[in-house]
């Protein structure tokens, strides 16, 4: 039956060992080794493993460097950042989906006979779908590229970044049963993709007990991390959560951001308040410099009668120093009336 469903998802049988697939592709077999490690695929010595989509997938990738459109570090790289996604993609589909779908309907049947016509049935509107949603992301990306000033731009850029994290869930693992553990981390993670998308940020990776989210526009990113505060705040199953936002220069690679930006908020989440948000000196800069934040309670209670109200307020915390960033200066965020 694994056999069947692996022909029925995959479209072809087993055929070719791995030299076998890399001539037929004409492709060297060192190249064509390193894409497939590249997406995940074990080495299966000389066991007949491979199929004709193996060999076409490995055709087309190669074209690509022999057409000069990939170098073929970044052919690599391309395999790797889509075996990466895909595959938790395909773990949480059969963990979380088709395993509660093919629990049998009736007694003397097994999760076998029900899952060759499921998988029949869903694979084809799965697929479209799939695709679907990678266009409109690609579009999206390709937009914001666009609007990069520069090459550099493009690569090191200047973003609000941003951290939410479980309080206690070191605790929590123990005290759960693995059940509801997973209930809680699925809520959490579920609920922070949902807010960040709505607003107009971008969700870069969930890690458990904890999001990593950025925005182009400060002022997003800070009303994302307080309605993450605010509506986690009402749901008795989720715990206390902490927010810490650092804007700056980031690099980013395959869909994930680095950088000192990147690590200075993660520093301000682990020492943000329980239910707060954490921002640095930076990020008030950038929420005062567009209206978004006065300077001061003073400046709040001058402002001219009948201009926009500020959207934040900014408290400041004593100075510290930060392993590996020197001494800052953080600010409690909060939403103004």
Do not use: C
Request: hydrophobic letters at 45%; a negative charge; aromatic letters at 6%.
């Amino acid at each position: 039956m694994a056999l069947r469903l692996e022909q029925l998802i995959i479209g072809s049988e087993r055929q070719y060992t791995p030299y076998q697939a890399a001539r037929t592709a004409d492709v060297p077999m060192d190249l064509a080794s390193r894409f497939w490690r590249a997406m995940g695929f074990p080495d299966v010595g000389q066991a007949k493993a491979l199929t004709e989509a193996d060999v076409l997938a490995l055709r087309r990738l190669a074209g690509l460097v022999e057409a000069g459109l990939l170098s073929e570090s970044m052919a690599v790289q391309v395999a790797r950042s889509t075996g990466q996604t895909t595959a938790r993609l395909a773990d949480w589909q059969i963990d979380s989906f088709l395993e509660g779908l093919t629990e049998p309907p009736e007694p003397g049947m097994t999760r076998s006979d029900v899952a060759y016509p499921l998988v029949e049935l869903l694979l084809p509107e799965l697929e479209e779908f799939l695709v679907y949603v990678w266009r409109r992301q690609l579009a999206a990306a390709t937009g914001r590229v666009l609007q990069a000033q520069d090459d550099a731009e493009m690569v090191d850029r200047r973003l609000a970044v941003a951290f939410a994290d479980l309080v206690g869930f070191t605790r929590l693992t123990r005290r759960l049963e693995e059940e509801e553990l997973g209930e809680l981390v699925e809520n959490f993670e579920t609920t922070a993709a949902d807010l960040v998308a709505a607003r107009g940020g971008r969700l870069i990776k969930t890690l458990g007990d904890e999001v990593l989210y950025a925005a182009d526009d400060p002022a997003i990113a800070a009303a994302i991390g307080l309605e993450l505060v605010e509506t986690l705040a009402d749901d008795p199953k989720i715990p206390q959560i902490r927010v810490g936002i650092a804007f700056g220069t980031v690099t980013t690679r395959m869909g994930d951001v680095f950088g000192n930006t990147v690590n200075l908020a993660s520093r301000l989440t682990s020492i943000a308040p329980k239910d707060a948000v954490l921002v640095d000196e930076a990020m008030r800069e950038e929420l005062t410099a567009v209206g978004a934040a006065p300077h001061s309670e003073k400046e709040a209670d001058e402002r001219p009668a009948g201009v926009a109200p500020y959207r934040f307020g900014l408290r400041p915390m004593y100075r510290r120093p930060v392993r590996g960033l020197g001494v800052v200066e953080p600010w409690i965020l909060s939403r103004r009336s």
